[in-house]
């Protein structure tokens, strides 16, 4: 049998604990597997694209665990009524190849993003940053925003989007979660000023979503949005005054906003602060990026995270996934006709 976490299950696990404390209990687990970075046996994500989006598997493995994800990106789904992102994930042993974890992932991948944006975020904000500016209030946007709060304490939100709907959405949460947050008229009213800008939109485009005159000394850009190839958020100009942090950078090169620079534009990869190979923010008044894509240590982490939360409790059941004749040898024995008339 395997471990399994459906929609219900995650939603009453989320409940239960609240977003914000497993995004803060995250953190940690996160940067524990960043910082032994080397010990994963790492690939750029294998992304099948289409005119309208994307789906990609994203696998990953140290010497016990092996996990992956399947994840679509597909900016139009919202106009039909189907989400932006979606996905699911496998945890599996290393040693039997057997699946121990299969788990819904478009709510875990929410959390994981935002702790992960919150993990870097911790290591390249300027301290003391409160507030926080949010462009693009789809479905990671609140995430985002507690996450935030927990880690850096960046509480107040300015929040836009070219959707007002969306926006009001984000304003209602934002009031149930005790978040202040103010409606911005455009994305320059909701930066000026803002010690961290997330940005969280979803288009197939080159888009400028920040421009480099409105990006201030000291700002920290958490840029969630551009992932794919094509699909990018921030003025180039910005990345060539600003130090740009990545995940692995073989991957963040083909997906990430530094897909518009060259490729010997210097870049650190995120574990490198985390273990002190590397410095993070050296000056209140540098500007750094995290030219965020997500990355397969992220959900493996996460799931582990997820399996060793639920295990024991009502927030998983198990499912029946891996055949398992009696002899391992003869799994024709599960199908087998005259197994199955000696059986009625
Ligand atoms: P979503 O479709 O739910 O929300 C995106 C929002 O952006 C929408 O409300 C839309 O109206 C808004 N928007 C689009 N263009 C805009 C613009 N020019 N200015 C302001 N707002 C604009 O998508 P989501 O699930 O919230 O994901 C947001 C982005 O984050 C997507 O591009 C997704 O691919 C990406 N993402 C990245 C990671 C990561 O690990 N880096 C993880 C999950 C999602």
């Known amino acids: 049998m395997v471990m399994f976490v459906d929609v219900a299950h995650m939603r009453g696990w989320m409940a239960e604990h609240g977003v914000e404390t497993l995004i803060a209990d995250l953190i940690p687990h996160l940067e524990e597997d960043f910082r032994r970075w080397p010990e994963f046996d790492k690939v750029a994500r294998i992304a099948s694209h289409s005119p309208v989006g994307v789906i990609e598997l994203m696998p990953v493995a140290d010497s016990?665990?092996?996990?992956?994800?399947?994840?679509?990106?597909?900016?139009?789904?919202p106009r039909s009524g189907r989400q932006t992102v979606t996905a699911f994930g496998v945890l599996a042993d290393v040693q039997t190849g057997y699946p121990v974890l299969l788990a819904e992932m478009s709510l875990l991948t929410a959390l994981r993003t935002?702790?992960?944006?919150?993990?870097?975020?911790?290591?390249?904000a300027r301290p003391g940053s409160r507030v926080?500016?949010?462009?693009?209030?789809?479905?990671?946007?609140?995430?985002?925003?507690?996450a935030m709060r927990a880690?850096?304490?960046?509480?107040?939100?300015?929040?836009?989007?070219?959707?007002?709907?969306?926006?009001?959405?984000?304003?209602?949460?934002?009031?149930?979660?005790?978040?202040?947050?103010?409606?911005?008229?455009?994305?320059?009213?909701?930066v000026a000023g803002a010690d961290i800008v997330t940005t969280c939109t979803a288009d197939k485009a080159n888009a400028t979503i920040v421009t480099d005159a409105m990006v201030e000394p000291g700002m920290h850009l958490n840029a969630i949005g551009g992932d794919c190839p094509g699909k990018t958020e921030l003025d180039a100009a910005i990345l060539h005054r600003a130090s740009t942090f990545v995940e692995y950078e073989p991957q963040t090169r083909i997906e990430g906003e530094i897909q518009q620079v060259p490729a010997d534009h210097p870049v650190t990869e995120l574990w490198r602060v985390l273990t002190d190979a590397a410095p993070g923010r050296t000056s209140p008044d540098q500007i750094t990026v995290f030219d965020s894509v997500g990355f397969a240590v992220e959900d493996r982490a996460a799931l582990r995270f997820l399996?060793?939360?639920v295990a024991g409790t009502a927030h998983c059941t198990d499912i029946d996934l891996v055949a398992e004749p009696r002899d391992p040898k003869d799994l024709f024995s599960l199908v087998?006709?005259?197994?199955?008339?000696?059986?009625?």
């Open 132 to 146: 926080h500016a949010l462009l693009g209030a789809g479905s990671q946007s609140e995430f985002q925003a507690v």
């Open 151 to 190: 880690a850096v304490g960046a509480d107040r939100v300015r929040v836009w989007d070219t959707d007002p709907d969306a926006i009001d959405k984000f304003l209602r949460h934002a009031a149930t979660l005790g978040i202040e947050a103010t409606r911005a008229s455009s994305a320059v009213d909701a």
């Open 64 to 77: 016990h665990e092996y996990g992956f994800k399947y994840v679509n990106g597909h900016p139009f789904n």
């Open 114 to 124: 935002a702790a992960t944006s919150a993990m870097a975020a911790r290591a390249l």
């Open 336 to 344: 087998s006709p005259a197994l199955a008339a000696s059986r009625v």
């Open 307 to 309: 399996r060793d939360s």
